[in-house]
């Protein structure tokens, strides 16, 4: 027999993103609790509102089925003495539950051993939930949780009511932790504009429609399809685009329970603002959605709205439908004091220069020990000027990037971005532009800020991009020479976040940078820098260095690569001169592998090289030996398996030693059935011959492979 179980927490209004997180939590431990304890059902759904979380589990059975197991006791020999169960036996039976002529004898590999069959009838589902609820509750997480009264109970906010039916029976919980205590019964809430009285649920099944006739749309899935639809309908009502990021979206089918979306109008006057200002203010302070003009070009130095967003915006509001006018205005009101200030952060910074700015900067502490902000631009400059000599770019690229550096923290001390962080690098590309700096420069300003995090734009300009790397290597040698590491989930300068930005800025352009000897010279500055410090050299370079290997190998599994591809040509196995020397190497390489193995050529050619590097490894050839003059003596060939293998070694020589990677890939699969041919072909020779220097042209003709073959990967790392 089955039936449905419904599970409803009521509490105050949650915070979105943990009502979001409860739910996922909730069908993870539901999940499993349900299947320890023997309870099938027909599925598990969670939805929430502000006001509740809730669980409802369709066609749950009402009582366990009986359990029966077969448990295996001592060896005969011990259970029995002259024929009769002995200690042994009895024993057994009673730790079971059964009588000692219950007991049978079978058959095991070890030989005859006695079973007993134990039969546990089965619980009724209520009371394994009585005591699996409180558990559930329990073991939520999230941030910020709270006690209220002067119980002991935490939660994300105040539990008001429990709701626990199986079907229409009431399941008795009680949260003694509450304060006041909280029991189950089968009363919920309404809509708090609906009259916020108790409500009786009759059962299980008319919780959903008992909840809507009380301005609760309960199931968050229908919610937000309801929500999007009709921010779609009011947008193309307008001819705009809705400008609602996922999260934004997210968190607004969060914040309401009866959702009903509803248009208000911006000022004339504020559409002279930047666009990223009104979009700021409205996504991320009051959870407005702005409308973009369609088919408008993105440009993020555009110093005015008018042209690109619609002077509506939209609203989820969870009002009732008859005050949703005065809902609007009051809304209106709120956006247009936001934007009224914004006006005035605007009109203030405009009355100073961004080299004023700059120099303000020295007010402004960088980090304890680091200097100010001035001092950290400085720092930046220093950087972008080595980078600009590596990368070897243009002289018209290098002036916008020098500028660009010299200027790109200025706008941390404008009113606007004290007021908006978000708007840091943006408002400084505008404010630069504005007052006469070229488009390039104040590009380069708002793009080296990217990339803020996994998945965001890099930047699009080379001098963007050389100033967002000097950017992030000011910040690994600073924090670094402070002496702080990131260190499990501790990061609170995202380290590792700016090694991954360098790492994708080298990797777009298409720069080759050789960080080791890069990094050597800086951290030699940084030494005379900052002598209070006591940096010992070697140490923070290996630091660094070993910082950078990491994200080399988590980007790249993040970026969907194979892990056996990525140790091959990332492991620990590889130095950092190969591997830094030259970030841009490993990507060829490992696109290479990957293209390969999706062809189907690389199984062959892995197990040839993993072969012959087995077997070389019994030689003492050194793995940076690329050429056979020297190592390998043709005229101690004894089969043509051995010239074939010449032949094909003498002509991947020159591509191994100026990795062309291609070219080598291509030879060494055209290659494979020759170098199979030397194993186990009809012309195959016996790599250990007894006669040492036959065995020791063998071996140095199998480590040449091998040695070539590791220039393109460590091919013993690659899984088949």
């Known amino acids: 027999m089955t039936s449905t179980f419904l599970l409803e927490i009521g509490t105050e209004e949650l915070p979105a993103d943990f009502a979001r997180l409860a739910l996922q939590q909730l069908v993870q431990r539901v999940t499993r609790d349900l299947g320890e304890c023997r309870l099938s059902h027909q599925g598990i759904s969670v939805s929430g509102t502000p006001r509740r979380l809730a669980v409802r589990v369709a066609d749950l059975q009402v009582r366990q089925d009986d359990l029966t197991e077969d448990r295996k006791g001592p060896p005969v020999a011990q259970a029995f003495v002259e024929g009769e169960p002995g200690a042994a036996a009895i024993g057994f039976a009673r730790r079971c539950g059964v009588e000692p002529s219950e007991l049978e004898v079978r058959e095991t590999p070890k030989g005859p051993c006695v079973f007993a069959t134990v039969r546990t009838p089965g619980q009724p589902s209520c009371d394994l939930l009585q005591s699996l609820i409180p558990a559930w509750i329990d073991a939520l997480q999230g941030r910020r949780f709270m006690r209220w009264g002067t119980g002991n109970q935490r939660f994300s906010r105040p539990i008001r009511w429990l709701v626990a039916l199986l079907g229409a029976d009431l399941i008795p919980v009680e949260l003694e932790g509450a304060d006041p205590r909280v029991c189950s019964d089968r009363f919920s809430r309404g809509h708090r504009l609906h009259g916020d009285a108790p409500v009786e649920i009759s059962d299980a099944e008319s919780y959903a429609d008992t909840l809507a006739a009380l301005g609760v749309l309960v199931d968050r899935d229908a919610r937000a399809e309801l929500i999007q639809s009709a921010i779609d309908s009011a947008a193309e009502a307008v001819g705009g685009v809705p400008n609602c990021p996922a999260t934004l979206f997210e968190e607004l089918v969060d914040l309401v329970e009866d959702p009903r979306v509803l248009r208000g109008s911006i000022a004339d006057r504020f559409l002279d603002l930047p666009p990223e200002v009104i979009s700021t203010v409205m996504q991320a302070h009051q959870r407005y959605i702005p409308l973009d003009v369609p088919d408008v070009e993105s440009d ?334 043709p005229d101690r060939f004894e089969s043509v398996s051995e010239q074939g293998m010449f032949a094909v070694l003498k002509q991947l020589e020159p591509l191994a030693a100026e990795r062309r990677y291609q070219a080598l890939s291509d030879g060494l699969v055209k290659a494979t059935p020759v170098l199979e041919a030397f194993f186990d072909g009809e012309d195959s020779v016996m790599v250990m011959a007894e006669d040492e220097d036959l065995r020791r042209n063998r071996l140095n003709l199998l480590g040449v492979l091998r040695n070539q073959a590791s220039v393109l990967a460590r091919f013993e790392l690659i899984q088949s």
């Open 300 to 633: 993020p130095l555009r110093l005015q709205a008018k042209s690109v967003l619609r002077p509506e915006f939209l609203l989820v509001s969870n009002g009732r439908a008859q005050a949703s006018e005065q809902i609007v205005r009051g809304n209106e009101r709120v956006l247009g004091a936001r934007l009224a200030d914004a006006e005035f952060f605007l009109a203030v910074d405009r009355r100073d220069s961004s080299v004023n700015r700059r120099e303000s900067l020295h007010r402004v502490t960088f980090a304890e020990g680091l200097g100010s902000l001035r001092q950290r631009c400085e720092r930046i400059e220093r950087l972008a000027e080595r980078l600009l000599q590596a990368l070897e770019l243009p002289e018209e690229i290098a002036g916008h990037a020098s500028r660009a550096a010299h200027l790109c923290k200025h706008d941390l001390v404008s009113q606007m971005v004290g007021e908006f962080p978000e708007l840091q690098g943006l408002m400084g590309g505008k404010y630069l532009l504005e007052e006469g700096e070229p488009r390039e420069v104040a590009l380069a300003v708002v793009e080296h800020y990217l990339p803020r995090g996994a998945g965001d734009a890099l930047p699009g300009s080379d001098a963007g991009a050389v100033v967002a790397l000097a950017e992030r290597l000011e910040l690994l040698l600073s924090i670094f020479a402070k002496g702080e590491r990131p260190s499990g989930s501790s990061d609170p300068y995202a380290l590792r976040r700016a090694g991954n930005g360098i790492l994708l800025i080298l990797w777009d352009r298409g720069w080759r940078l050789d960080l080791p000897t890069f990094l050597k010279a800086a951290v030699a500055d940084w030494v005379m820098l900052f002598p209070h410090f006591a940096i010992e050299p070697g140490q923070l370079l290996a630091d660094l260095l070993q910082l950078l290997r990491q994200r080399i190998v988590s980007q790249l599994e993040e970026d969907g690569y194979e892990p056996d591809l990525v140790q091959a040509v990332a492991g620990e196995g590889v130095t950092d001169a190969r591997l830094l020397g030259d970030p841009m190497d490993v990507q060829e390489r490992i696109q290479l592998l990957r293209a390969l193995r999706q062809q189907g050529g690389l199984a062959a050619v892995q197990a040839v090289v993993q072969r012959a590097a087995r077997l070389a490894e019994k030689g003492n050839l050194p793995e940076d030996t690329l050429a056979l003059p020297g190592v390998v003596d």
